[in-house]
């Protein structure tokens, strides 16, 4: 026994990179069979042979894992932070493995689709240990965020053009690289009916794209490698700060953590609401019913517009669902705030809480702290409050006469506006049908595009900031004033030629684009076009019914316009040409005529 347990030290304390290099590459080959298992084999008999090798795979994962759990454990002799993942992914293994062979009350979790996500979760916790695998190389932080996009955007489309994705014909390349752009840049814009052409895996992949593509894939990682490798490195917190925007070193890891706890709350409160808002006449299980909400709740909060429902949220089942539509817009407003605006409110709210404890509970004294809602976050929230009750009025007023009147009360009417209104900046949602809506409507919802929601969100546009600094700097070159001022703070004169940058930028990206649909695509009109390239760009996803239709040349320029309008073509020059030499000298001041 005590020669057994000294091979485990030995091996636990000296070779454990071999043990966890050897798991990844079971739990890879484990995965590609899987994948090709519900993916991309249709032979019946064929199917029944993958499908015991997947079942005998996923026993011998849940076996190793178990080992090297419990044989970590034992070395070291107490529970390190390491070890969690290792306990959480075993106890999973576990009850499935019970669920299996025992059934009772656990017989939702005998069901296939669990075992596939067990081997999917193996999977990315072996890559995670592994994925902190920068530290041997130097990326700038930038480029590496925009590779990250194109890799998830070629394995999406890989995935995506497996035979068992659709149920009629397989996608073409062209047709699954447009939908896994659209999906990984939150687009929503789509060149077949997600919710009749793809197969529960289908829209599965869909839905991780979204996911992932939402909150960005380094984010992902991140945490990921976090969770499952027990830490950090210095070089990966410095990486991380710089992508995550973090200037404290200190608080990468808080601030990594918060976004992805944040995330899962409200998609998980929201996946509940949407639960409760529907019908189950409409579905022929509760598993379709959870599925349909968990969705959603991810393509809401994700700002993505890609829905399941046959002709989208016009369908008669939900257009007058106004629940369902309150629950939705719940979801896409709170993500369109940004993740530090919402974790800010959490802060004050929190801070609200403990004074209240403190003063009236036990009588005592509390040190209030300084600036708990930051001046970010209030101008955010100011912004964002004006365009919601500006867009909102506005639609009621132009549509109440025309589309609105499908609905047949006020309360439908203002539940619609706020639904259209708030879905145009950058959800991509709509329940009217928009070759319907007045054109005056229709300008009003590319201008909505166009500006998009906060920054730090997961909506698209060049932000409400962006468009709020430049009105605010034209007003004050009109009296005369040589800074902008709002809170008793002066703007930074670097935020002002970011953003007059990022406004020109967009123009001249939305023009290129619209100009090259109109080469590619001479015969559709012009305003569905004009349409399309905001929509793209903005990462919006709303469109005049033109996208099935589009030649293979504008949808490439569709996809490169959605990457671009995603990652930000500021970003995009800063990484290619960002000029990292100090000068040592400046240059005489001189004015230009206007």
Known sequence: MDSFFSFLKFIFRYHNKVVDQVLFYISLICTITMVLHVGYITDPELARYTETTVVFMYYGLFLFEAIRTISSILVARRINVSHYSGVVVTAYFLLITLARFTGGFLENFAKDEWLYLGIFIMFISELSRSSLFFDNFYFNPTILFVVSFLGLIVLGSFLLMLPRTTIEAPLSFVDAFFMATSAVCITGLTVTDISTNFSVFGQSVIMALIQIGGLGIMTFTGFFGYFFSGGFSFKNQLMFGEILGEDKLNSVISTLLTIIFITFLFEFIGGILIFFSLDPKLFES???????????????????GFTIIKDGVTNENYRFNYNFQLAVSSMFILGSLGFGTIFNFYTLVKEKIISFWCKVIQKGNYRHKPMVFSFNS???????????ILATISFFFLERNHTLMEDKSTYGQWVSSIFMANSSRSAGFNSVDLNFVNIPT???????????VSPGSTGGGVKVTTVAISLMNIVALAKGKESIEIYKRKIASESV????????LSILTISLSFILLNFSDPNQDMMSLLFESVSAYTTCGLSLGITPSLSSTSKIILMVTMFVGRVGMLTLLVAFIKNTKNKSYIYPTEKILF
Do not use: D, P
């Open 442 to 452: 229709l300008i009003m919802i590319v201008t909505l595009m166009w500006i998009g």
């Open 286 to 304: 509760i598993g379709e019913q959870i599925f349909f909400s968990a969705f959603h709740a991810i393509s809401g909060f994700c700002n993505s």
């Open 497 to 504: 030629n970011k953003a007059f940058a990022i406004i020109l």
């Open 378 to 388: 209030r101008f955010i929230v100011l912004c964002n409050i004006v365009v919601i």
